[in-house]
């Protein structure tokens, strides 16, 4: 891709810490330049789109965004910030526009007629919020490879990550109710709950080609859980992110089976994904998870307690490590 061209900005992309002011001082730029095609200039800052449901939120009007949007984007954030009412309600918008699309928020209808009409190249991928609706079809413009039209497959020496399979569902029921392995989560899993965690990886692998894969050992064909990378849905403190992450059975601890099938997918995620970067966490007393992190050349970053663990309970503090892509360290260089 020839660096002259134009991108738009991912939608997950902050501006000020605000999730979708960027692409909306993006598409005010267009306008106020004329390049927004009719139908979109005739939609932009509709009360009804997520334009006009973030305009309503923040008690902006069309004509402030496009008064502003001609200065940098430095100048747009100090703007944005300088009203307490605004930087007051950020993390609560936040929390809104990253759920923009499901059951009960005004874009939830709209999405599917969107998915029929303006993207059906997407409809098929069973895409749940505007935001992964709209960062699908940017990455197709962009020419970034986030979206594989049949699921990716690693391998190392002894691992193999891979699709899930029906046959797969039942061991891994069998891991997710074993106390031990679950010993770190407020609790086991059901048979039903294990069976729905392992479809929504299998469906969310066939959606984008990649996820939390079913692991084997290469050796046996034996299934040992899943490890892979994954796109957070709870409202943490860091998002955007990719996360990698690994549950083994027991059976299967102490070979480095998962830092192994973890590198792999960490290089898919840089060297295919492109990714700025890999988070991954856990409750902050357990140890063996964090010491993989560390094998894998993850840097502590932070902690923080985990939103959908309850206020007081033990696990709720978890830390966060992280690893920036080295790929573009070395070009860098």
């Not at 609560?92 to 009960?104: I, K, T």
């Not at 939830?108 to 997407?122: G, H, I, K, T």
């Not at 086991?188 to 729905?196: F, N, T």
């Not at 957070?232 to 992110?241: I, R, T, W």
Request: glycine fraction near 6%.
């Amino acid at each position: 891709m020839s660096s002259d061209v134009v991108t738009i900005p991912r939608p997950v992309e902050r501006l000020a810490g605000c999730v979708w002011l960027v692409r909306l001082i993006f598409k005010a730029r267009q306008f106020a330049a004329g390049e927004l095609s009719p139908e979109f200039a005739a939609r932009f800052c509709h009360p009804t789109g997520v334009d006009g449901h973030f305009l309503a939120f923040f008690h902006l009007t069309r004509e402030e965004i496009l008064a502003v949007c001609g200065q940098d984007d430095a100048a747009v954030a100090e703007w944005f910030l300088s009203s307490a009412e605004r930087t007051a309600r950020i993390a609560q918008w936040n929390h809104v526009a990253l759920n923009l699309g499901r059951p009960g928020f005004p874009m939830a209808e709209r999405l599917a007629v969107a998915l029929q009409s303006v993207y059906p190249n997407l409809a098929p991928r069973n895409l749940q919020t505007v935001f992964e609706v709209l960062e699908a079809d940017d990455a197709l413009s962009a020419g970034r490879v986030m979206f594989f039209p049949t699921p990716r497959e690693i391998e190392t020496d002894r691992v193999r990550l891979r699709q899930w399979r029906k046959e797969d569902f039942a061991p891994f029921a069998a891991l997710s109710a074993d106390p031990e392995v679950m010993r770190y989560f407020p609790a086991p899993l059901s048979a039903e709950e294990s069976d729905a965690y392992a479809q929504r990886c299998r469906d969310l692998i066939a959606e984008r080609g990649w996820g939390f894969w079913a692991a084997e050992e290469k050796a046996s064909g034996e299934f040992m859980g899943f490890i892979g990378l994954h796109i957070p849905s709870a409202p943490l403190p860091f998002m955007p992110c990719v996360e990698i992450g690994w549950r083994l059975a027991r059976k299967w601890w102490g070979r480095g089976l998962a830092t192994e099938g973890a590198r792999g997918a960490l290089e898919f995620g840089f060297r295919e994904l492109d990714l700025d970067s890999v988070v991954s966490f856990t409750a902050l007393v357990n140890h063996r998870s964090e010491a993989v992190m560390k094998r894998l050349g993850m840097q502590r970053e932070s902690t923080f307690e985990h939103p959908v663990v309850p206020a007081g309970h033990v696990l709720r503090e978890h830390c966060l490590y992280r690893l920036a892509n080295p790929l573009r360290q070395q070009a860098s260089v």
